[in-house]
């Protein structure tokens, strides 16, 4: 996909087969026939950098805001990537730092330009020569707009404001979590070894898609498989509705066991599972101590990252993603690997009690550079979990070894 591709990697024909797909200009997509002369191609990228970001696709006309036929690009002449380059140096304050691929056909007649524009923080990205601040509207004949004194504000502020909706959504994600939890134990604390898992877009601004296209087929269609009934999400869970989204969702009370997904429209995807299996004393029955596995970690994490790739790509949105993995009620746990898998532990010390009682990791990242460097990233985040669980000195191969031997959705699909 135009979105998500190594910019380098895209050609004639992947722009062809995008063109087919007769996706509609909107707030993150363009298309144009020629590099429009004067401001206009200027006045797209600063208003697709003070929105979401977006692509242009040159070299396609458009009716009705639909891809038109044929698809066969406008005439290749030199230096096209110099122009649109010089265009936005030129024009754009401050500057928009893009991603540009000139693709030729095979007798390198003919061409298209895909432009892809980033979410950016610098924002306002005003026009020189008009002192324009535009936006995308995603309005049918209307896909550019000055933008209101009022949004002005909003976006010289907007990292800020952005920051201060993310914090929103997730702390209201995290009392609904609680209210959840109070149907199975009135004591979070009596839940040892939870994992949080969130994804949410970096700087959100408001709702990326309706939250009834969650109804239907849509779970299916993120569902990320393993091949070792390991599939993330489990599409057999129960569901119900939340404000602007869903709750995918199963608990048992006796075993104080669940599993809980969100799903937003603001583009939030959250997991949260228990992890502790407990010892329990042979003669009396009661539970000794409680362990968790690190494979288990991984397993959610991975299958969870895998799915919201599927997930982003759905819903359209290819910007940057703030990740937190979260460990909590970590209290007097032991972590502890597979019986076969104890070549990783020190041999004085299989069975670590770990001295945190919350561990978090947080990353930011493109959904670009997730989709393209998926092994690079899930095996980064393999070593900060082995590590902060009390592995240490694993080499690659190790690690390339056991994500293999779990059947990691990620590093499979980053060979």
């Given at each position: 996909m135009l979105y998500t591709k190594n910019i380098e990697s895209i050609?004639?024909?992947?722009?062809?087969?995008?063109?087919?797909k007769n996706l509609p200009e909107g707030v993150m997509?363009?298309?144009?026939?020629?590099?429009?002369?004067?401001?206009?191609?200027?006045?797209?990228?600063?208003?697709?950098?003070?929105?979401?970001?977006?692509l242009i696709v040159v070299g396609i006309a458009d009716q009705d805001d639909y891809p038109k036929p044929p698809f066969d690009g406008m005439v290749f002449r030199d230096g096209l990537k110099n122009q649109i380059e010089s265009i936005i140096v030129d024009n754009v304050n401050p500057i928009v730092f893009t991603e540009i691929?000139?693709?030729?056909?095979?007798?390198?007649?003919r061409c298209f330009v895909v432009i892809r524009i980033p979410q950016s923080n610098l924002t306002p990205h005003a026009v020189m020569s008009s002192r324009g601040i535009y936006v995308r509207t995603g309005q049918r004949g209307n896909?550019?707009?000055?933008?209101?004194?009022?949004?002005?504000?909003?976006?010289?502020?907007?990292?800020?404001?952005?920051?201060?909706?993310?914090?929103?959504?997730?702390?209201?994600?995290?009392?609904?979590?609680?209210?959840?939890?109070?149907?199975?134990?009135?004591?979070?604390?009596?839940?040892?070894?939870?994992?949080?898992?969130?994804?949410?877009?970096?700087?959100?601004?408001?709702?990326?898609?309706?939250y009834k296209d969650l109804e239907g087929t849509f779970i299916n269609d993120i569902v990320?498989?393993?091949?070792?009934?390991?599939?993330?999400?489990?599409?057999?869970?129960?569901?119900?509705?939340?404000?602007?989204?869903?709750?995918?969702?199963?608990?048992?009370?006796?075993?104080?066991?669940?599993?809980?997904?969100?799903?937003?429209?603001?583009?939030?995807?959250?997991?949260?599972?228990d992890l502790a299996d407990f010892k329990l004393d042979q003669q009396t029955g009661k539970k000794t101590e409680a362990i968790i596995h690190y494979y288990r970690v991984l397993n959610w994490v991975d299958g969870h990252l895998a799915s919201a790739l599927r997930f982003y790509k759905k819903i359209g949105y290819w910007g940057n993603l703030y990740l937190e993995i979260n460990l909590v009620n970590l209290d007097?746990?032991?972590?502890?690997?597979?019986?076969?898998?104890?070549?990783?532990?020190?041999?004085?010390?299989?069975?670590?009690?770990?001295?945190?009682?919350?561990?978090?990791?947080?990353?930011?990242?493109?959904?670009?550079?997730?989709?393209i460097n998926k092994k690079t990233f899930i095996k980064k985040i393999a070593q900060d979990l082995a590590w902060s669980l009390g592995l240490k000195n694993i080499s690659d191969q190790m690690l390339e070894q056991y994500l293999v031997s779990i059947g990691s959705i990620m590093f499979s699909e980053g060979v």
């Open positions: 050609t004639y024909q992947d722009v062809v087969d995008f063109c087919y997509l363009d298309y144009k026939s020629e590099i429009p002369k004067g401001d206009g191609l200027a006045k797209t990228i600063s208003a697709f950098a003070n929105t979401f970001g977006g691929k000139v693709c030729i056909n095979n007798d390198k007649s896909s550019e707009a000055v933008v209101h004194p009022d949004q002005i504000i909003w976006l010289f502020d907007k990292r800020n404001k952005s920051k201060a909706l993310r914090d929103l959504i997730l702390h209201r994600a995290e009392i609904r979590f609680g209210n959840f939890l109070s149907w199975i134990d009135d004591r979070p604390q009596n839940f040892p070894g939870i994992l949080k898992s969130t994804l949410i877009p970096l700087y959100p601004q408001g709702p990326l898609f309706e990320a498989y393993n091949g070792r009934n390991n599939d993330f999400p489990d599409v057999r869970l129960s569901r119900k509705s939340i404000q602007d989204g869903i709750v995918l969702h199963c608990h048992s009370k006796e075993l104080k066991s669940f599993n809980y997904i969100q799903l937003g429209s603001h583009g939030e995807y959250i997991l949260k599972t007097g746990i032991k972590a502890e690997h597979p019986a076969r898998e104890t070549a990783f532990w020190e041999e004085e010390d299989k069975r670590p009690t770990l001295l945190d009682g919350e561990i978090k990791i947080v990353k930011e990242i493109s959904i670009n550079a997730l989709n």
